[in-house]
């Protein structure tokens, strides 16, 4: 099939989803039982991935259909087969060898074997070097021993192993002739493909409720000497023979291969939860009066607080601004696939740093900005039915799971440091870090122009970065490596944000300045751009003065600058989120309707609570009649 950009594939497909006879009816879940949850969402999750395989998607059109935009109305609670189509489809994909490939896709097609990429342990999720599960390979037999030593080496965490799936590519400690050779994925048969029954020497179930999407389905498993055939584990990069002997991958890091996939994919994902708490709290906020009636006699508006617009305005231009730079880095993460996969490994490490930066930065800024987006709804943006609360836990759980964010902002300080220090391989033409080589931009600071603000932030990254690097450097020729590192942290990782800041609008920089079909629409972007940059040096003002080269005066301009921009946004703050292109059905709101109508859509949710079908509820005569109050 031809593949089509993002937007088109949102009109062509996006349509088929609302429209289609087993996804267009929804029901409310929010009195289900954990289990009712499960099966509806679970059902919910197989018609998709069906329609996924009648329409022959690609990749592209797979994660629009797949995206939480999309997934919000298909699979409120979670995706139970998410990690089976984001992950586990993938890592075949990439990591088995063609005989793999053809042996499993088939029956991965037709829907014959379900699977999870398991690979966090009770006690290791972050040092995947120090992963416990054991596959020791026996050449008489031709098989791995797949074995989990003691509790806290089970498996813990992956989505859809607790009930759902079938297989699992299983992330576990190689040992081949005595020796231990890293951490390898291997393709392991879970549960019987027509009972569903745990196969022989398998231990696996659900892990219990959590903050939010809790119909992930994620579970536990554990390995008693499980026999795998040795043509089960991944072979395109690393192989082990039949003798035993073995031959290491052409990227030391190949097999994280997936990880670095997903992560760009939380990154363009999470930007879609931003956009659909923005259309509420923005719709809401221009529904919502209260206060001293003024001269028309009516309560203000609330976005005409001031205080209002700060709390709404500057995350609709992240929307614009996150959403452009994750795009990119898709695209460039596209690119480099198919590069590794012809055996070119030098685009590697730094789609490596950057996805591990853009991942932290979307799902720490989306986060904090639903949950500030949250706030600005007063009381109603706490009940359920606003949908604000699964949007803060969707996003939230991003910046944990894929890598904890402060992990991955130290890998790519660990890149930037490389880079300061010029002992890294020099980076190649278009590299996001060749600044870390030049002088620094000296574009004086100017209230108002965006190219002024975007050399500051570059300022700030470069310093940050050059100064970690030298503390390191210091500290390296006193103490231990790892007691350096560690004296470093803090200010790795805010080096790593301060990177990935300039990275994003850098990126929308480009795009502003590419963007030629219509003059107001440019306007349109120039304005959200200045938003976006004098919210951020106003987030971060200390560093601005410190690195960037701002005076306080120029700090004190800045405060007042973003305050008339929001003012100068604010009449566009509909068209604005109107342009995200979000029908009610997927905003499932009550705050977020297009029509505006929040206080019947109230009152409506509210008759659902099964409190309510009785006047009195049988509970108060057998809770507190019984009882002595
Ligand atoms: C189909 C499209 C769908 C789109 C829709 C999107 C929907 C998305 C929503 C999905 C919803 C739910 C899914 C959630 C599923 C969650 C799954 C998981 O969480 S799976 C588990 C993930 N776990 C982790 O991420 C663990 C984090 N830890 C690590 O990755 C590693 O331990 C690490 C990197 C921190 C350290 O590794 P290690 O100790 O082995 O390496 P070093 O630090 O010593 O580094 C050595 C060297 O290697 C380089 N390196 C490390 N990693 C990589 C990599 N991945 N690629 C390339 N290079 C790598 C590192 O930079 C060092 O380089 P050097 O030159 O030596 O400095
Ligand atoms: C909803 C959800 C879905 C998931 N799905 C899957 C899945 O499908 N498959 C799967 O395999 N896993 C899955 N996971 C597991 C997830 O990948 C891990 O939880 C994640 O990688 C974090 O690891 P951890 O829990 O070990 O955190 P920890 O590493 O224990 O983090 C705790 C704290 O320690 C700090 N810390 C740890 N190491 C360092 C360090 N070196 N330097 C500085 N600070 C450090 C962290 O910053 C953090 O503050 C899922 C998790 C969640 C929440």
Not at 110 to 135: C, K, M, P
Request: hydrophobic share 40%.
């Amino acid at each position: 099939m031809v593949s089509r950009n993002r937007s088109q594939v949102k009109d062509h497909l996006g349509s088929k989803v609302l429209n289609h006879p087993e996804l267009r009816n929804t029901k409310a879940t929010e009195y289900m039982s954990h289990e009712e949850k499960y099966r509806y969402n679970l059902s919910r999750a197989t018609a998709m991935l069906k329609l996924i395989d009648e329409e022959g998607m690609d990749v592209n059109e797979i994660s629009k259909v797949m995206s939480h935009t999309v997934s919000g109305f298909t699979t409120p609670d979670g995706n139970p087969l998410a990690v089976h189509q984001v992950m586990f489809v993938p890592t075949l994909m990439n990591q088995a060898d063609d005989d793999q490939v053809s042996r499993w896709l088939g029956d991965v097609f037709n829907g014959t074997i379900v699977g999870t990429y398991a690979q966090t342990e009770l006690s290791h999720g972050t040092f995947v070097r120090g992963l416990r599960t054991t596959a020791t390979y026996d050449p008489a037999s031709r098989t791995f021993d797949l074995h989990t030593p003691d509790v806290s080496a089970a498996k813990w965490w992956p989505g859809g192993l607790g009930t759902t799936a079938n297989h699992a590519v299983v992330m576990a400690q190689l040992y081949t002739d005595g020796q231990p050779r890293g951490i390898h994925p291997f393709m392991v048969a879970i549960r019987d493909r027509e009972t569903h029954r745990p196969l022989p020497g398998i231990t696996v179930g659900e892990i219990g409720p959590k903050l939010g999407q809790n119909t992930l389905n994620n579970g536990y498993l554990l390995f008693d000497h499980v026999k795998v055939p040795r043509e089960n584990m991944l072979m395109r990069n690393a192989r082990v023979n039949e003798d035993g002997s073995y031959t290491k991958p052409s990227h030391q890091k190949a097999s994280y291969g997936t990880m670095v996939f997903t992560r760009v994919a939380i990154a363009l994902d999470t930007v879609d939860a931003l956009q659909i708490a923005a259309t509420i709290a923005a719709r809401y906020s221009i529904v919502r009066r209260q206060g001293e009636p003024r001269d028309d006699g009516q309560e203000p508006q609330i976005i005409d607080y001031q205080t209002q617009q700060l709390k709404v305005l500057p995350h609709i231009a992240a929307c614009y601004v996150l959403r452009a730079s994750t795009a990119r880095l898709w695209e460039h993460h596209t690119h480099v696939t198919s590069e590794v996969r012809g055996g070119d490994t030098a685009l590697l490490p730094e789609l490596h740093a950057t996805a591990c930066c853009l991942k932290a930065l979307v799902t720490q800024d989306c986060s904090e900005a639903i949950e500030a987006l949250r706030l600005s709804c007063g009381g109603h943006g706490y009940m359920t039915a606003s949908r604000l609360p699964a949007l803060y836990a969707y996003a939230t759980a991003g910046a944990t799971y894929e890598g904890e964010n402060t992990v991955l902002l130290l890998q790519t300080a660990r890149y930037l440091v490389k880079q300061a220090g010029g002992s890294h391989a020099p980076p190649a033409a278009g590299s996001a870090v060749t600044y870390l080589s030049r002088p620094a931009d000296d574009t004086p600071f100017a209230v108002g122009s965006p190219a002024a603000y975007v050399a500051a932030v570059g300022r700030v990254a470069r310093g940050r970065v050059t100064e970690v690097a030298a503390a390191l450097q210091a500290d390296r020729q006193t103490m231990p490596e790892a007691d350096a590192w560690n004296q470093s942290l803090v200010q790795l990782v805010a080096a790593a944000l301060a990177h990935g800041r300039y990275f994003v609008v850098r990126e929308f920089a480009e795009v502003v300045s590419q963007q030629s079909s219509s003059r107001a629409i440019q306007q349109m972007l120039q304005l959200l751009f200045s938003v976006y940059l004098a919210h951020a040096v106003s987030r971060a003002e200390g560093d601005f003065i410190t690195y960037g080269g701002l005076t306080p005066s120029d700090i004190r301009l800045n405060r007042r600058h973003l305050l008339r921009l929001l003012a100068e946004l604010r009449p566009h703050m509909i068209p604005l989120t109107d342009a995200f292109d979000l029908p009610d059905r997927l905003i499932n709101s009550t705050l977020g309707a297009w029509d505006g109508d929040v206080y019947r859509r109230m009152f409506e949710q509210a008759s659902h609570s099964p409190l309510n079908t009785d006047e009195v509820p049988a509970s108060f005569h057998q809770a507190m009649l019984r009882s002595k109050l």
